[in-house]
C-alpha cells in the first residue's frame, strides 16, 4: 500500500553569468589619507577626499588613469604608507575578497628582484585563490643629472636578465605614464582582446609634459624605440599625426613565447575566469561520464564561454569582432586521465590585428591610347 506523492524540485543548470572583473585594477600606492583601507573609486569620487589633499604617486597616476577609463571607469585603491609594503596590501585584499584584474603598482622599481617578486606574487595567487591577475610596475623616468643615452642604457640593464610574464612595466617618463596605461586598458569602449596601440581609440589623454635631460634634449623617438624593443611599454607619436598614442602592452615574457604582449595575456585569463565555475560545479557530478552523450553534452557547455568571446556585432555596415575567433569542433577536448580525473584542453584563437603596416605604390606610364 502507498499514498500519492509529489515533489518539485528547482534544478540548477549553472546557466548563470560569472561576475566579470576585466577592466578592474587594484591600485597600490603611497598616500596621505586611508592608509591601510581599500576605497573604491569610480568617475565620480572626491580623490582629495579619498586619498588626501597632498599630491602623492598614488593620487597622480589614478587621476590619469580615471581620464584615460572612460565614462564606466572604476577601481579599488590601496594607500599605503611611504616604507609600506605593496604585497600586504595585496593580500589583505585577497582575503578581504577583492578580485580585480590587474594589480597597479604605483611606486617605481630599482632593481629585477622586485620584478622577479611581483610575477612570483601573481601566480601564487593564482596557485592560492584561483585568480588570475597581471601586474603594472613602473620605473623612474628621467633625472636632470642624465642624458637620454645614459638613461636607456639604464633602464635597459634593469630588465635584461627578467623573466616574468605576467608583468608589465612602464616608464615614467611624462610622470604619470602608468597611470595613462592602466585607463587605456581599463576602457570599456574597446575589447580587452585590444591592444593599447590601437590608434582608433583614440589619443591619450592628460599625459605630462615631455621630458628633456640634461643637455635640454627632447624624448627623442629613438628612445622609445629603444625602451619599447628591451620590452618597456612607452607612448609613441606619428610625425605629421596629431596625437600622442601607445605602443605595445609588452609583458616580460621570454622570446618565442605566447604572452608578449598583454592582450594575449588577458583573453586567456578572461577564458579561465569563465570557465573555472563551470568546472567546479562538475565536481563528483556523475553527468559529466565517459559516454558518448555525456562527452558531447559537456564539451558544447564548456564552449559556452568561447562562443560568447567570440561574439560579435553589426552596426551600419560594420562588424566589430569578439575578443576571439569563434570556437571550431576540436578545440575543446575532454580526456579521462582515470576513473576520477577528467582535463580539459582548450584552444584560444586571437583575430589577426595589423601593427606593421606597408603600402607599396607603382607608378603606371603605360601610353593607353582611346580610338
Known sequence: MALGQVTVDNLNLGQGAVTEIERYFLFIGPAGKNVGQFIPLNTDSDLDGALGIPASDLKTQIIAARLNGGQRWACVAAPIGVEGNWQEALEKAQQQGI?????????????PGELSAMHDTAVALNNTYGRRVFVMASVTGITPEQTWAHYQTEQKALLANVAAPRVLVVPQLHGNDLGVLAGRLANTAVSIADSPMRVATGPVLGLGAVPIDKEKVPLPSAVRNELDRARFSVSQTYPDYQGVYWGDGNMLDTPASDFQVVEYLRITDKAARLIRP????????????????????NTNQLMAPLRAMAKSSTFNGEVFPGDIEPPKDGDLVLSWLSKTKVAAFIKLKPLNCPKDLTANIALDLSNDQSE
Not at 578580485?99 to 632593481?111: D, G, H, M, R
Not at 563551470?278 to 561520464?289: C, E, F, P
Open 99 to 111: 578580485s580585480v584584474e590587474a594589480v597597479v603598482i604605483t611606486k617605481p622599481v630599482a632593481t
Open 278 to 297: 563551470l568546472l567546479i560545479r562538475r565536481v563528483a557530478d556523475r553527468r559529466l561520464n565517459s559516454t558518448p552523450n555525456s562527452m558531447a553534452v
